[in-house]
């Protein structure tokens, strides 16, 4: 299959699992929903990283970023969890969309990169589209309150929390660019989720054995959400083998728009014109930053 139809089966996945967990996980802890999305995805994902081989002589240095990166990611992805169990799909997904605003911005910060006309364009959209998410705090005859769209961003707990998974992706990016230099991307995909769901069921075992069990109260569901989260994973290694990843991280960043159709038609969220409207510029702002 080609890269686009892949990555757009990934974005799709992503939501899925995304609106199944919100749908039918609604009773499960922080601790259990980060077991089901990465134990899981990394069970599924063992018959493939099998099949690639281990990676074999991996330097210290490797293992060092790792080190750094698998408490990043699951402290990222506990807060994800959380944000999308207690909040509308619609004041949260998005704002995954700054992921890539964050990693220009700590370039500029920590490397002295420069942001080219693109990639300032793209931030200005991604912007526009969190105004535009909470136009609804804005009176259009007051000027003064042209800015309350964007400070409802930060008082609003699950756009906030959603922010903050934004900071610590932007993190990540970083990072696993580093780490996967001793890999490669299509192979390290596998090994990364292989690892951290062994770190998961190894943390749970260790503080919280009986969690191991309670995750399987509601099988089908937990099923639904980890099967759909390891299609995600796969479908992105099997694009990215096929084209650039700052082409198929412009598609799959679509999730949040799909996600933004399953708030509205699953859970009845309003402004669905408006918050696609949000959604669909912040998707054109990572394309400008990410190609």
């Known amino acids: 299959m080609a890269w686009f139809p892949l990555a757009l089966l990934c974005a799709f996945s992503l939501a899925t699992a995304d609106a199944a967990t919100k749908a039918w996980l609604q009773g499960y802890t922080t601790r259990e929903l980060v077991l089901v999305r990465f134990g899981l995805t990394g069970l599924l994902l063992l018959p493939l990283l099998l099949w690639q081989g281990w990676p074999e002589n991996l330097p210290p240095a490797f293992w060092g970023w790792l080190l750094v990166l698998v408490p990043i990611e699951i402290a990222a992805i506990g807060l994800y969890m959380s944000a999308i169990r207690d909040y509308p799909l619609s004041l949260t997904l998005p ?64 756009s906030r929390r959603m922010l903050t998974v934004a900071v610590l992706y932007s993190v990540t990016a970083t990072l696993g660019k580093a780490a996967m230099q001793y890999v490669g991307p299509a192979r ?23 969690t191991l069990v309670r995750i399987w109260r509601r099988p089908l569901p937990v099923l639904v959400v980890g099967l759909s989260t390891g299609i995600m994973a796969l479908t992105h290694f099997l694009a990215i083998q096929q084209v650039e990843v700052a082409y198929m991280i412009a598609v799959k960043r679509t999730s949040l728009l799909f996600g933004i159709l399953y708030g509205a038609i699953l859970f009845r969220e309003r402004g669905l014109p408006r918050n696609l409207l949000a959604g669909g510029a912040m998707v054109a702002g990572v394309c400008l930053i990410l190609l």
Do not use: K
Request: overall charge positive.
């Open 95 to 158: 704002y995954l969309a700054f992921t890539p605003v964050f990693v220009v911005l700590i370039a500029y910060l920590v490397l002295g990169e420069r942001v080219s006309a693109q990639g300032f364009a793209g931030i200005l959209l991604v912007v526009l589209g969190a105004w535009v998410l909470n136009s609804r705090h804005a009176d259009p005859r007051a000027w003064r309150s042209w800015g309350a769209p964007l400070a409802a961003v930060l008082r609003e707990p699950g």
């Open 188 to 210: 390290f995909g596998a090994f990364y989720f292989v690892i951290l769901a062994a770190v998961t069921f190894g943390l749970s075992a260790a503080t919280a054995p009986s």
